[in-house]
C-alpha cells in the first residue's frame, strides 16, 4: 500500500532564508507526487506535480520540488521563504490510472520576520 | 480560474440526523472524490467517483455514506445517521483524470 511521511510536524524559518519541506513514499512502481499548501480555514492548493521525466518540477509561488527514486523522496524548496508561505504542507502520492491520492500528515510552517 | 465550490461551508447536526454536502466540480473535470480531514489528523480519502459509479472507497466509506451525481453539476456525500466521530472538515475535489486534484474549501461538519 501506498504511504507518505513528511517527518517534520513543525517548521520555522526566518523571512528570506531557504526552505526545504521532507517527503518520503512508499510505493513499488513510479509514483505520481504532489504537493498541496493549506492556508487556515481554506482548501488544498496544489503547488507542483510530478509524473515523469525531468526530476526537478517547478510550481507555483516559487516553489520547486525534487524527486529522487533512490531516496524515495519528493522534498519541496523554495530559495526566499516570504511571511505570506506561512500554511501547512501536504505531500501526496498516487499511481498511474489510480484512483486516489494519499497525503502526508502535513507539515506546519511558520515564517517569522 | 475555475474552482470547486462547496455548500454549506458549516453545517452542524444532530447524532443520528442526515446531512448531504454538496460540491460543484470544476465543469469539465469527470472525475470526482470526497476527503475529510478530522481536526489536527491526516487529509483521508474516502471515495472516488467515475463515469456514475464508485471507483474505490476507503474502509471509512461505510453503509452510512453514499455519493450522487444528481445532475449534470452536482457531487453530493451523504451521510444516513450522524456519529460523533463524523464531525471533521469534508472535501470535495475533482480532475481531469491525471490525479491533480482541485480542492473546494471544505465543509465543516458538527456533530452534536
Known amino acids: 500500500a501506498q504511504s507518505v511521511t513528511q517527518p517534520d510536524i513543525h517548521i520555522t524559518v526566518s523571512e528570506g532564508a531557504s526552505l526545504e519541506l521532507r517527503c518520503n513514499y512508499s510505493?513499488?512502481?513510479?509514483?505520481?507526487l504532489f504537493w498541496y499548501v493549506q492556508s487556515p480555514g481554506q482548501g488544498l492548493q496544489l503547488l507542483l506535480k510530478?509524473?515523469?521525466?525531468?526530476?526537478l518540477v517547478q510550481g507555483i509561488k516559487g516553489f520547486e520540488a525534487e524527486f529522487k527514486r533512490s531516496q524515495s523522496s519528493f522534498n519541496l524548496r523554495k530559495p526566499s521563504v516570504h511571511w505570506s508561505d506561512a500554511a501547512e504542507y501536504f505531500c501526496a502520492v498516487g499511481e498511474e490510472y489510480g484512483n486516489k491520492l494519499v497525503f502526508g500528515a502535513g507539515t506546519i510552517l511558520r515564517v517569522k520576520s | 480560474e475555475p474552482e470547486v465550490t462547496q455548500t454549506p461551508s458549516h453545517q452542524v447536526t444532530q447524532m443520528g440526523q442526515e446531512v448531504i454536502l454538496r460540491c460543484v466540480p470544476i465543469?469539465?473535470?469527470?472525475?470526482f472524490y470526497w476527503y475529510r480531514q478530522i481536526l489536527g489528523q491526516k487529509v483521508e480519502f474516502l471515495v472516488s467517483f467515475y463515469n456514475n459509479e464508485i471507483s474505490e472507497k476507503s474502509e471509512i466509506f461505510d453503509d452510512q455514506f453514499s455519493v450522487e451525481r444528481p445532475d449534470g453539476s452536482n457531487f453530493t456525500l451523504k451521510i444516513r445517521s450522524t456519529k460523533l466521530e463524523d464531525s471533521a472538515m469534508y472535501f470535495c475535489a475533482s480532475s481531469q483524470g491525471n490525479l491533480a486534484l482541485h480542492f473546494g474549501n471544505g465543509t465543516r461538519l458538527t456533530v452534536t
Open positions: 510505493y513499488g512502481a513510479t509514483p505520481y
Open positions: 510530478y509524473f515523469s521525466g525531468d526530476t
Open positions: 465543469s469539465n473535470h469527470l472525475y
